[in-house]
């Protein structure tokens, strides 16, 4: 069993938990992430591994209640245990002898562009950050990619908070200004990701994504993250998370994107349910 150590709302729909796990956080890195079960009759799925603390021995997971599984595990509070926490998992991302890199994070992506963020700036890169929501009360994390970045843009769709836009618009204007990136690193929605292709594609910038949105498994066996690259098949769990974006064949992957999006919806109200019954 796996303590929660700490939990806490980032906003209405996302959590983050510290979870004692002191054998994946001795190994974890950013870009790699974790598969858990709240319980012994839950189904298993994949979190990606937003921070670790090596000394405490804790994994930082932070989640969007989207389903049946995270309505239950949002339910568990500090103290309380999770049945099962294994990883770290996948490949980490490859930020070695990086200079100069724009960091994009869209919505709870963001909980997975940050640790590579912070993993860039403490090997003395200088990071910029850019991070989208869709209006001031679904930011997450701003604070902490404040502390690690040589250049903050926050953007959302009202212009509730920071400026009224797309993360497309800032990272334009950041490149028109003339910096110069080694590399572009984007996680967040598939459309996002595609969009940032579309536009580091005409500056001719390597840019890298992170397919960890599209995993459902986690091991490469029910082939939902399966995705092209270059012509050829990967998936996103074995063989990602990160890939050269580039070579992604988004039109592919938005078309099986909305696939259990119902499922996921009925599966959350059944928990919310069951919740409410055994609350009464």
């Known amino acids: 069993m796996y303590k929660i150590i700490k939990k806490r709302e980032l906003n209405p729909t996302v959590t983050l938990m510290e979870v004692e796990a002191p054998f994946v956080a001795k190994k974890a890195e950013p870009g790699q992430f974790i598969i858990l079960r709240v319980d012994e009759e839950g189904e298993r799925i994949p979190l990606t ?11 930082t997971i932070i989640f969007q209640i989207v389903g049946g599984t995270t309505e239950r595990l949002n339910h568990l509070n500090e103290g309380e245990s999770i049945c099962d926490f294994v990883g770290p998992l996948g490949e980490p991302s490859h930020v070695e002898g990086l200079k100069k890199v724009a960091v994009v994070g869209g919505g709870v992506g963001c909980a997975i562009a940050y640790p590579v963020a912070k993993k860039l700036h403490g ?23 404040r502390a690690v970045s040589d250049v903050f843009e926050m953007m959302t769709d009202d212009g509730s908070c920071g400026k009224k836009g797309l993360v497309t618009d800032a990272l334009r204007s950041l490149i028109e200004a003339g910096n110069a990136y080694d590399e572009v690193i984007a996680i967040g929605p598939v459309v996002m990701m595609k969009f940032v292709s579309l536009l580091t594609r005409q500056y001719g910038i390597k840019t890298v994504v992170s397919m960890n949105p599209i995993m459902i498994d986690g091991t490469g066996m029910c ?18 998370p990160d890939f050269d974006d580039h070579e992604v064949d988004y039109d592919e992957i938005l078309k099986r994107a909305s696939t259990y999006r119902d499922f996921e919806q009925k599966e959350r109200e059944k928990a919310c349910n ?6 009464q």
Do not use: P, Q, W, Y
């Open 123 to 145: 090997l003395g890169c200088e990071v910029h950050s850019v991070v989208g929501f869709r209006n001031k009360d679904l930011v997450i994390l701003e604070e902490e990619f």
């Open 223 to 240: 082939g939902c993250c399966r995705l092209t690259v270059a012509g050829k098949t990967k998936f996103a769990c074995v063989d990602g």
């Open 49 to 59: 591994v937003a921070d670790f603390d090596r000394e405490k021995g804790t994994v």
């Open 274 to 279: 069951l919740f409410k019954k055994t609350v």
